[in-house]
């Protein structure tokens, strides 16, 4: 059964999971608010309320240490190493199930490769007030089972946040719920946020 994390909370995958991982997807869903159209009693009877289109963008950030070696995301769906794949863009979060996942074998991870921090940004630039329904949860690649899930529940005028962070202690991986917000349509425009939960 998988565990609903708290922001700040750690876990220990192999723990969690009941077995050594070594296939992780990372999955992100959304869905935009119902947002009301103006236009008085016409546009009301033909329009209506309607949903905007938001564009979050999934991503990996790979660390060595505080020094960022690689990213996977929409623009690089593969790490140089072939290690983690983006499955593609989704840019409406239309749909069910998750809208962007990220694979992970975690057996390919160079051992130089200390942290892999995923990330989400609003690439279209709406703040996470328009945003409703966001997660980001970690599923066994090899049985399809979910092993944790956090609940992005936090909105407000940011346009990013560090989700988690994926991480070698002792000889093992672990995941840290970041959860924290931050501000940028891309990746690029994170990384000295990140810095602090290296």
Same mark, same amino acid.
């Given at each position: 059964?998988?565990?609903?994390?708290?922001? $700040?909370?750690?876990?220990?995958?192999? !723990?969690?999971?009941?077995?050594?991982?070594?296939? &992780?997807?990372?999955?992100?869903?959304?869905?935009?608010?119902?947002?009301?159209? !103006?236009?008085?009693?016409?546009?009301?009877?033909?329009?209506? *309320?309607?949903?905007?289109?938001?564009?979050?963008?999934?991503?990996?950030?790979?660390? *060595?240490?505080?020094?960022?070696?690689?990213?996977? #995301?929409?623009?690089?769906? !593969?790490?140089?190493?072939?290690?983690?794949?983006?499955?593609?863009?989704?840019?409406?979060? *239309?749909?069910?199930?998750?809208?962007?996942?990220? /694979?992970?074998?975690?057996?390919?991870?160079?051992?130089?490769?200390?942290?892999?921090?995923?990330? &989400?940004?609003?690439?279209?630039?709406?703040?996470?007030?328009? &945003?409703?329904?966001? #997660?980001?949860?970690? /599923?066994?690649?090899?049985?399809?089972?979910? &092993?944790?899930?956090?609940?992005?529940?936090?909105?407000?005028?940011?346009?990013?946040?560090?989700?988690?962070?994926?991480?070698?202690?002792?000889?093992?991986?672990?995941?840290?719920?970041?959860?924290?917000? $931050?501000? $940028?349509?891309?990746?690029?425009?994170?990384?000295?946020?990140?810095?602090?939960?290296?």
């Amino acid at each position: 059964m998988a565990i609903n994390l708290e922001k $700040g909370q750690k876990i220990s995958l192999a !723990k969690e999971s009941g077995t050594t991982l070594t296939k &992780v997807i990372m999955g992100l869903g959304w869905d935009a608010k119902q947002a009301e159209k !103006k236009g008085g009693l016409l546009g009301n009877l033909f329009g209506g *309320a309607g949903e905007v289109d938001i564009d979050l963008d999934a991503s990996c950030i790979l660390f *060595a240490g505080e020094k960022p070696v690689d990213a996977v #995301y929409f623009g690089q769906l !593969k790490s140089k190493d072939g290690s983690i794949l983006h499955t593609g863009d989704n840019r409406t979060g *239309a749909g069910e199930g998750d809208d962007e996942q990220i /694979i992970v074998d975690l057996t390919r991870v160079p051992d130089s490769v200390t942290a892999l921090v995923f990330t &989400v940004n609003s690439f279209t630039g709406q703040t996470f007030d328009a &945003v409703a329904n966001a #997660y980001c949860r970690l /599923i066994n690649g090899e049985n399809q089972s979910e &092993v944790a899930r956090y609940t992005l529940t936090s909105q407000g005028a940011h346009t990013a946040q560090i989700m988690a962070k994926v991480y070698r202690h002792n000889g093992e991986w672990k995941m840290h719920a970041i959860g924290e917000n $931050g501000h $940028g349509r891309t990746i690029s425009d994170l990384f000295t946020q990140i810095s602090p939960y290296l």
